[in-house]
């Protein structure tokens, strides 16, 4: 009889936001309970409940209700506020193992979970220095980089296993931070095809969203949903559909996300492409698919080569021809299938892949499918979720032995 675990996974974030790193907590969490497994997540006081998930939250912060996605000095008070909690959760509840996502949380689970001697399973989405430098909270030629790059290295020697978001970062922690290999488990991230479905509106549907949405029935539309920031490459799109717009190209945008949309609002309106670019806000994780079935291309033009792109996943299942920057991580999910722009950060070459596709609409119908294909047989969450599960059983007997 195949054992069933109690897990405790630690989330320093504001879980549930409808971007990243959430994304791939929630549908791990998901697929464990789907065959049969309890999990506790323990996370900031802040996101949105789900009804199929016990969440247990931090008290909230005195000072300041609302905080920032990102980098913030605040996030260290919200980590003590978090470590408090966690803490208070394993005194009192029973569990086989502690997942613990980001650095924080690994230390954290590495710490406290010693109260249990509970193993525990590292879940590496990045590289901690490389995203403080992607989010400008960390100069790397600063006096505070090699002390917060030796913590790094501290906490991924701390965890019994770890498993990665990418192939790219099992690579980074065997090379760079000195990992042991037969400790690191690629698990990239992976797609609900499920739920991502390019036939979840009907073309009268997608008509009358784009209509309402101020945009045109018979002219390409290129989308983009995730964080809005300089690592996420806002600008550079921005300024690539400035480009196509000099050229004649008739494209439009549909940019889905947050935070600071009035202000990549009004730098659309400076760049003279203010008409022909389209901002929602914020859209909820479960709208996601209707939201991307408007599209024709997809975009991801991220900067960062540490942290993983499970948008582009997104983009796959929807069978959507998708432009990003060449790196590796890109690589890793669309193969030779990817329309990729280079060298990183090229603003006339991430034009160039858009316009590429914008008059081919048969190939992009075909490309589409191929890319829904390689998602099936490479990212599906059913399969990941058996693998994760049989980590936990090898991690778990290791402690048991040790």
């Keep these: 009889m195949n054992r069933l675990f109690r897990v405790l996974m630690i989330a320093p974030t504001s879980f549930f936001y409808d971007y990243g790193c959430h994304v791939r907590i929630l549908e791990e969490a998901r697929v464990l309970r789907k065959l049969g497994h309890q999990v506790t997540i323990v996370t900031y006081y802040q996101g949105r409940?789900?009804?199929?998930?016990?969440?247990i939250r931090t008290r909230p912060a005195p000072w300041r209700a609302d905080y920032e996605v990102g980098s913030s000095l605040h996030k260290l008070a919200f980590d003590v506020f978090l470590g408090w909690r966690v803490f208070w959760v394993i005194?009192?509840?029973?569990?086989?193992?502690?997942?613990?996502?980001?650095?924080e949380g690994a230390l954290m689970g590495a710490?406290?979970?010693?109260?249990?001697?509970?193993?525990?399973?590292?879940?590496?989405?990045?590289?901690?220095?490389?995203?403080?430098?992607?989010?400008?909270?960390l100069n790397p030629g600063g006096l505070w980089y090699r002390w917060v790059r030796l913590l790094?290295?501290?906490?991924?020697?701390?965890?019994?296993?770890?498993?990665?978001?990418?192939?790219?970062?099992?690579?980074?922690?065997?090379r760079t931070f000195g990992c042991n290999a037969c400790n690191v488990h690629p698990l990239p991230d992976c797609v609900n095809l499920d739920f991502f479905r390019p036939d979840v509106l009907s073309p009268e549907q997608v008509r009358a969203r784009r209509v309402a949405l101020g945009l045109p029935t018979d002219r390409p539309v290129v989308v983009y949903l995730g964080l809005l920031a300089e690592y996420q490459g806002t600008p550079h799109l921005l300024q690539a559909a400035r480009i196509l717009r000099d050229r004649g190209v008739d494209a439009y945008f549909l940019l889905m996300g947050f935070p600071g949309v009035e202000g990549y609002r009004r730098m659309a309106s400076e760049l003279g492409i203010g008409d022909r670019v389209v901002f929602t806000g914020k859209v909820p994780y479960e709208e996601a698919p209707a939201h991307l079935a408007l599209g024709d291309i997809a975009v991801a033009p991220k900067l960062s080569d540490t942290e993983?792109?499970?948008?582009?996943?997104?983009?796959?299942?929807?069978?959507?021809?998708?432009?990003?920057?060449?790196?590796?991580?890109?690589?890793?999910?669309?193969g030779s299938l990817g329309c990729y722009a280079q060298p990183l950060g090229n603003v006339n070459s991430l034009a160039n892949g858009i316009q590429e596709?914008?008059?081919?609409?048969?190939q992009r119908r075909q490309l589409g499918q191929l890319l829904r294909q390689r998602a099936a047989r490479h990212?599906?969450?059913?399969?990941?979720?058996r693998q994760l599960v049989n980590i936990y059983r090898e991690l778990c007997r290791d402690s048991e032995r040790g």
């Design 111 to 137: 710490v406290l979970g010693r109260l249990r001697r509970l193993p525990l399973l590292f879940d590496f989405q990045g590289s901690l220095t490389g995203e403080m430098v992607d989010h400008r909270f």
């Design 308 to 334: 993983g792109a499970g948008k582009i996943l997104n983009y796959m299942a929807m069978e959507l021809p998708t432009v990003a920057f060449d790196t590796p991580v890109s690589r890793e999910y669309m």
């Design 379 to 385: 990212f599906s969450w059913d399969r990941t979720g």
């Design 357 to 362: 596709w914008v008059f081919r609409a048969e």
């Design 49 to 55: 409940d789900l009804p199929d998930l016990e969440i």
């Design 91 to 103: 005194l009192r509840r029973r569990f086989d193992l502690v997942h613990a996502h980001l650095h």
């Design 152 to 174: 790094e290295e501290r906490i991924d020697h701390l965890a019994d296993v770890i498993v990665t978001s990418t192939h790219q970062g099992a690579i980074l922690l065997e």
